[in-house]
């Protein structure tokens, strides 16, 4: 059963713009943090932005910094990435996930989309 269901990625140029969405199926997780993390092909999984439940406060990692804005709109149970400035390395399978404490380790999430592609062209 799913529970996250991410949207909004596809293809686009490089210096472009996508925003991302993920919203919660089947139950809410409006008290937990939320956090979007990528995978390239060949590549590992990595953090990508975190945020608080209730928005506070968030988290990114260095090579998306002043490029990309998470959000959450707790009434819609959805997380948002706002990603500008994109670059062809940030192509990659983009998924969101929901952990109970707010922080940047993966293994801490445990519930988790099935992934929306992004591609950037250069």
């Known amino acids: 059963q799913v529970q996250l269901v991410e949207s909004g990625g596809g293809l686009v140029q490089a210096g472009g713009s996508l925003r991302l969405s993920c919203a919660a199926s089947?139950?809410?997780?409006?008290?937990?943090?939320k956090g979007w993390f990528r995978q390239a092909p060949g590549k590992e999984r990595e953090f990508v932005a975190a945020?608080?439940?209730?928005?506070?406060?968030?988290d990114y990692a260095d090579s998306v910094k002043g490029r990309f804005t998470i959000s959450r709109d707790n009434a819609k149970d959805t997380v948002y990435l706002q990603m500008n400035s994109l670059e062809p390395e940030d192509t990659a399978v983009y998924y969101c996930?929901?952990?109970?404490?707010?922080?940047?380790?993966?293994?801490?999430?445990?519930?988790w989309g099935q992934g929306t592609q992004v591609t950037v062209s250069s």
């Open positions: 996930a929901a952990a109970p404490l707010f922080g940047t380790t993966m293994s801490i999430y445990r519930h």
């Open positions: 089947g139950r809410t997780f409006t008290s937990y943090a």
């Open positions: 945020i608080t439940w209730r928005g506070a406060s968030t």
